[in-house]
């Protein structure tokens, strides 16, 4: 009786080390969410073209492990959002989820990640408090506020007096709102009206009338990537333009994805933001370049935050030896710091957001394309949200 006890310990040990050893050469996976449908396609056509690129560029094995990307479409829908996160955590087992084109489906899935003690990568939605839901989620796109706060410096020393705030009503947009209005009062800057428009379906006309009656030397507006096109047709419509109304913002307005096809109303528009397809450095021409082959369009912000998420995955992956469970990844995660197609980056070992250069921009026509043109830079930005909290 005795003996046989100790065989099966034995064989229990075998197969523990057996498990084991398979377990070290199963695939990370990688549960990608992402809006491949909806108003917020833009972004998930985006993100999901700047993660094949990474791989197609760097393989698809990190430290002898195969890297394995489970594509979802949330819609932007959170409820979507939570389902989908909790199908991959528990029936595919994955090691991070990523992707969350907008802030309330990377909320849906922080406690996810907290219980499934699993990586949340935020490569899109830019609500400042979103990395404080949980101690697994990094993010590689970009706070509202680190743009805003550094607009409203500017827009104060360019003789800009009196601005509209414009933003779409949810988090990113009040993040927005706030930040900028904040520092340009600060500034000696007036605000002399807050519009808040719907995300979902936004008509802007009555919104920009109301703007247009303030008579402001400037709108500032925020909507979320992919809505820029019609703010613009909008805004020319109803002859803002004309009356000498100058558009900036957070760079949004302007993405890349929509800004070959805004028409020349939007010349002059001046933004604050991390991306621009323009930006002169050499790893940013190859990023280009190699992503309009691999596509038929132009790179926008989204596409690097899809891009950068991959290179911390890997990375990541790298320094720990392939090992992937929430608790050692993120720790490999803190502190990274690399040069992105953006400029260079790093993850606050604090914070676990990210670090970032934040340039002002100009549309510009080059060889007779539009493109945000960058004219200043303001150098390693943290989130000022979480840096004022300390
Ligand atoms: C967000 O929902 O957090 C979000 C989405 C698109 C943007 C910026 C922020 O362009």
Redesign the pocket.
């Known amino acids: 009786m005795r003996r046989l006890t100790a065989l099966k310990a034995a064989l229990a040990v075998g197969l523990l080390g057996l498990t084991s050893a398979a377990w070290a050469q199963d695939p990370v996976k990688i549960g990608l969410i992402l809006p491949m449908t909806g108003q917020q396609a833009s972004?998930g056509k985006q993100i999901k073209a700047g993660v094949d690129l990474y791989i197609k560029e760097h393989g698809d094995t990190v430290a002898g492990r195969k890297i394995e990307v489970i594509l979802k479409d949330d819609a932007a829908v959170p409820d979507n959002t939570k389902r989908l996160a909790q199908e991959l955590i528990v029936n595919d087992k994955v090691s991070v989820i990523a992707g969350f084109?907008?802030?309330p489906a990377a909320l849906a899935a922080a406690p996810l990640a907290t219980e499934g003690k699993v990586i949340e990568l935020v490569m899109?939605?830019?609500?400042s408090i979103i990395t404080e839901r949980s101690p697994y989620i990094a993010r590689t796109s970009f706070t509202?506020a680190q743009s805003s706060v550094p607009l409203a410096d500017w827009a104060a020393k360019n003789g800009i007096k009196k601005v509209v705030t414009m933003v779409s009503d949810y988090?990113?947009g009040h993040d927005a709102e706030k930040s900028f209005s904040d520092r340009f009062k600060e500034a000696g800057g007036e605000v002399i009206e807050a519009i808040r428009f719907p995300l979902a379906n936004p008509d802007f006309a009555p919104f920009l009338q109301r703007a247009a009656d303030a008579k402001p030397d400037a709108i500032m507006v925020f909507v979320?990537?992919g809505q820029g096109g019609t703010f613009m047709k909008q805004f020319t419509e109803r002859g803002l333009d004309k009356a000498g109304i100058k558009v900036i913002g957070p760079g949004?307005v302007t993405d890349d994805d929509l800004l070959p096809a805004m028409g020349d109303a939007v010349l002059g528009a001046v933004t604050a933001h991390f991306y621009s397809a323009d930006h002169p450095s050499a790893k940013n021409q190859a990023y280009v370049e190699a992503f309009k082959k691999a596509n038929n369009f132009r790179p926008n912000f989204m596409s690097v935050g899809g891009y950068d998420g991959m290179h911390l995955i890997y990375e990541a992956l790298k320094k720990t030896g392939g090992k992937a469970d929430g608790d050692t990844l993120i720790a490999a995660m803190k502190g990274m710091s690399w040069e992105s197609p953006r400029g260079p980056i790093s993850i606050d070992p604090e914070t676990r957001d990210i670090i970032q250069n934040v340039y002002m921009r100009k549309v510009e026509k080059k060889a007779g394309e539009l493109y945000n043109v960058e004219f200043a830079t303001f150098e390693g930005i943290k989130d000022p949200v979480k840096a004022a909290k300390k």
């Open positions: 972004t084109g907008v802030t899109a939605a830019g609500t509202l988090a990113p979320p990537s949004d």
